[in-house]
Structure formats: C-alpha cells, structure tokens
C-alpha cells in the first residue's frame, strides 16, 4: 500500500520540488544539512499535496484515460477518501514544520509565504482544466516556496539577496515549461479528446487522424521559455557581485550550462517533433529533459559554495530510483 501512496504522491519528482526551499536557503548561504533537511521535508509535503490534490480534482477527466490508469485513483487501489485524508494530512505536515522552524527563530512572515504559496496551487488545481495558461499559479506557487526557504534566514524580506530572487525566478521559469509545454504535451491527447482548455490546446496542439500537430506558436512558447531560462542562469556573472569575478572556474561552469542548454533543445526537439502521439515514449523525452533542465541552478550556485553542485544528481536520482522500483521503467514514469 505504501508503493500505491508514494505513486499518487507522484515521487519521481518529488525531490525536485523538496528542493525548492532548499535552493532558496542556499542561495542565502544557509548551508546547515539540518535546516537544509527541515527545508526539504516542508518541499516533499508540499509537492505531495499539490499533485493528490490535483488528482482528485482531475479524477472525473483522467478517469477515461487508459495511458495513466496506473495512477492509483483510477485503478482503484486508493479511494477517493483516503487520498483526501492524504492530501489533507500533507498538506498539515509542512505548517507543523514551518511553525516550529518560526518558533525557534522568532520569525513568522514567512509562514504567510508558505500560505500564499499554498493556495497558489490548489487554484491551479481547481481551474486548469477549464482556463488556459493558469500555470501562472504554478509558477507563482513555485517562487513562493523558494522565496519561503529563503526568508527563513532572515528578518525581513528587504534582506534578500539579488541571487536568491534569480533564483526564485528561474525556479518559476521552469516550471512554467513543465506545465505548459512538458505537462500539457504528454495529456493532449486525453485534454483534446474530453475538450479541457488547457494552454496546448490553446496554442493548437492537435491529434488528427492519428497524426500529431503541433503549431509554430506552441513551440515558439517552449523554446522561448527555454531562452529565457538559459539567459538568465547566465545573468548573475555579469550583474551580481561575487560572480563578476571570472577565473577558470567560472569558464567550467558556463561550459557545462552551455551543454545543457544544447541538450535541453534538443531534447525538446525531438519531443515537438513527433510524427505520431506516443505517451511513452513523449514520457522519455520529458523526464530526460526533467532531470537536464535541474542542474542549471545548483551549477549556478557553485559560485556560491562548489558543494551546491551535488544538488543537480538528487532529482535525477530519485527520478530514476523511483521509477525502478514504482515502474519497473527507467525514465517514464506510468503515472506522470
């Protein structure tokens, strides 16, 4: 039973949301592996949450949908019931953790960060489906919990560093690809089917006749947000202090993001360029730019402290761990 509820939690991606706050404190120079790990509970609750909720809301549409009835809501192995009790005690968890953590500092706002950042995504849950682009909420609900992270190690927000609010920016920036493109991809065919108004369809995503059609502005929309993304992991060696200073260091890390930023188009490439919709193998594509698409920050944060960079394996570890042992895949998750 426990392998049906880390299924439902979504726990291939698990870690990388659990890092969320992480990032944000690191980016602050909190680099204490307890109040690193606190962090990273309150992230791993939180994204439990975000994804229950979401299939229980989503659960009318999906139910038809044979690609993902490995999902435990749609197989049957969990209730309705249980999974709201889940989402419910998930979502508990992390303001027990959060109040503790402002009880033992005495400071409180960032407890309303976490609040907004809440609500943030169960109004995403509640309107995707039927209003396009509300991934907005998402990417909203993802700055916020980075920035949460980041406010715990300090007294107000004026004290927040220019490189912890790139970060949260780029935190959102990704996600924003994930949802729009990477998350509206891999459902068009069930979204398209059951008429849900998700920002792909809008863009003109299309299953014809067995054929896949994706518009110029659908992909104009993923490789923009790409650009974006990789224009701005670059912003800080040039306008922030403490990365203006270039040594030979610095050449490694933009050698190593400029060979992400090769793999993540490519990768996205091959995903809008398939000739017909195949789930699975949309899935492969998806998670292997998934784990690419991560490392960009903790290399990044490698100016601050070269420990940051053991970050960008824990996602793509628990990635592949997760799917070996829920799955029996390697890089498509059945439930994704």
């Excluded at 809440?118 to 396009?132: C, G, T, V």
């Excluded at 949260?168 to 994930?178: P, Y």
């Excluded at 400029?258 to 492969?284: C, D, G, P, V």
Aim: proline share 3%.
């Amino acid at each position: 039973m426990i392998r049906e509820y880390l299924k439902l939690a979504r726990s291939f991606n698990a870690i990388l949301t659990g890092i969320s706050p992480v990032m944000g404190a690191i980016a602050m120079e909190q680099y204490n592996i307890f109040t690193l790990l606190i962090l990273f509970l309150i992230g791993f609750f939180g994204h439990t949450f975000g994804f229950v909720f979401n299939d229980i809301i989503d659960y009318n549409i999906d139910k038809t949908s044979e690609e993902i009835s490995d999902r435990p809501l749609l197989s049957g192995t969990i209730s309705l019931r249980n999974a709201w009790i889940f989402a419910i005690i998930s979502l508990i968890i992390p303001f027990i953790i959060a109040f503790y953590i402002a009880y033992q500092s005495g400071i409180y706002f960032p407890i309303i960060l976490l609040v907004f950042s809440a609500l943030s995504i169960a109004l995403y849950d509640l309107i995707s489906k039927k209003i396009p682009f509300m991934d907005i909420f998402v990417a909203i609900g993802v700055f916020l919990f980075i920035m949460y992270g980041a406010s715990t190690q300090v007294s107000s927000l004026s004290e927040i560093t220019p490189i912890a609010w790139l970060v949260c920016i780029l935190g959102s920036v990704q996600v924003l690809f994930m949802q729009i493109v990477a998350g509206g991809f891999k459902d068009i065919e069930n979204d398209f089917k059951k008429g849900a108004r998700t920002g792909a369809i809008k863009l003109g995503v299309r299953i014809q006749d067995g054929k896949l059609r994706v518009s110029s502005a659908f992909q104009g929309v993923a490789f923009g947000i790409q650009f974006i993304d990789i224009v701005l992991v670059f912003l800080p060696y040039f306008i922030i202090k403490g990365f203006t200073k270039f040594t030979a260091f610095t050449y490694i890390q933009w050698l190593l993001l400029t060979i992400i930023a090769i793999l993540m188009f490519f990768l996205s490439y091959k995903l809008l360029h398939m000739e017909t919709f195949n789930r699975k193998t949309a899935r492969k594509y998806i998670g292997s730019h998934y784990m690419v698409n991560f490392c960009i920050v903790p290399i990044m944060l490698m100016s601050l402290n070269p420990w940051a960079g053991l970050l960008m394996f824990f996602p793509g570890l628990g990635f592949i761990l997760s799917n070996l042992i829920l799955h029996g895949t390697l890089l498509q998750p059945k439930t994704m």
